[in-house]
């Protein structure tokens, strides 16, 4: 089993940068694609950010894109989202996800592991 932690999460106000990160412990594989999804209270589970399990491809969605970006350390099991310029409407509970395979996934049914969720709020 693998498990996934996220932290960095809080409140912030619109302008301002914050920067996820997830932490993966257990049964750890290198061939993981992960990623970071959001999601508000009555909608689906939202793609957000992607990496590729060597680091080499990224995708965002259009929503994020050249305000987010995703990276990762294999050596340290760790896959972060930097997050500037944000809007209320980035206001979500974000969530860390990886998945064994060596494309990269953008729906939340392809994903495997999941971590709990940490809330970001950006006020206005």
């Known amino acids: 089993q693998v498990q996934l932690v996220e932290s960095g999460g809080g409140s912030v106000q619109a302008g301002d940068s914050r920067r996820l990160s997830c932490l993966a412990s257990?049964?750890?594989?290198?061939?993981?694609?992960k990623a970071w999804f959001r999601q508000i209270p009555g909608k689906e589970r939202e793609f957000v950010a992607g990496?590729?399990?060597?680091?080499?491809?990224?995708q965002y969605a259009d929503s994020v894109k050249d305000r987010f970006f995703i990276s990762r350390d294999n050596a340290k099991n760790t896959v972060d989202l930097q997050m500037n310029d944000l809007r209320p409407e980035d206001t979500a509970v974000y969530y860390c996800?990886?998945?064994?395979?060596?494309?990269?996934?953008?729906?939340?049914?392809?994903?495997?592991?999941w971590g709990q969720g940490t809330q970001v709020t950006i006020s206005s």
């Open positions: 257990g049964r750890t594989f290198s061939t993981y694609a």
């Open positions: 990496i590729r399990w060597d680091g080499g491809s990224t």
């Open positions: 996800a990886a998945t064994v395979t060596m494309s990269l996934p953008t729906g939340a049914k392809e994903y495997d592991y």
